[in-house]
């Protein structure tokens, strides 16, 4: 990871947040919920790969006392990846998100036994929803509040319910 990732998650934080991706509104971005547990997770990255796991143990850990987010140093994000709000998020280490990903509170990305799930570019999460399992989840889908994904969902769906139903 370079600081061009992390550029480009504070671009689509202030494009979503302000219509806008100026310099004002990109360090409006930096300083809003959730900015910074982005920054803490993708310099987790950086020792990860530099083979420093107890600096990212230690960051992840911060991240958890300061922002209220788990996201497990082995999770595999693409850039633009944007937490709107902090508090509760919850993204296991061998989860897979695609670039331009948007979270709401409340998000739980979780395993059951050793499969995590498989999310495409340009998902939006809706605050409580939760996505377990041997799960994928298409391009561009739309994941409604408090939605439990299980199943697969297809390129363009939007998810809903308890259950989730791709519609």
Not at 32 to 60: E, H, N
Not at 68 to 82: D, R
Not at 132 to 157: L, M
């Amino acid at each position: 990871m370079s600081f061009s990732v992390l550029r480009s998650d504070f671009r689509a934080k202030a494009e979503l947040m302000y219509g806008s991706t100026s310099a004002s509104a990109i360090l409006r971005a930096v300083a809003a919920d959730g900015a910074s547990a982005v920054i803490l997770f993708r310099i987790g990255q950086i020792f990860s790969r530099a083979r420093l796991a107890p600096f990212a143990f230690l960051l992840m850990k911060l991240n958890k006392l300061f922002n209220g987010v788990t996201i497990g140093s082995g999770a595999s994000i693409g850039q633009g990846f944007v937490i709107q709000h902090s508090v509760g998020v919850v993204i296991n280490g061998r989860a897979v998100m695609g670039a331009n990903c948007v979270l709401e509170g409340g998000v739980v990305i979780g395993a059951v036994d050793r499969w995590s799930p498989q999310i495409g570019s340009g998902v939006y999460i809706g605050s409580g929803a939760k996505i377990v399992g041997r799960v994928t989840i298409g391009d561009n889908c739309k994941v409604g509040a408090n939605a439990v994904v299980v199943k697969d969902a297809p390129a363009g769906s939007t998810i809903v319910g308890v259950p989730g139903v791709a519609r």
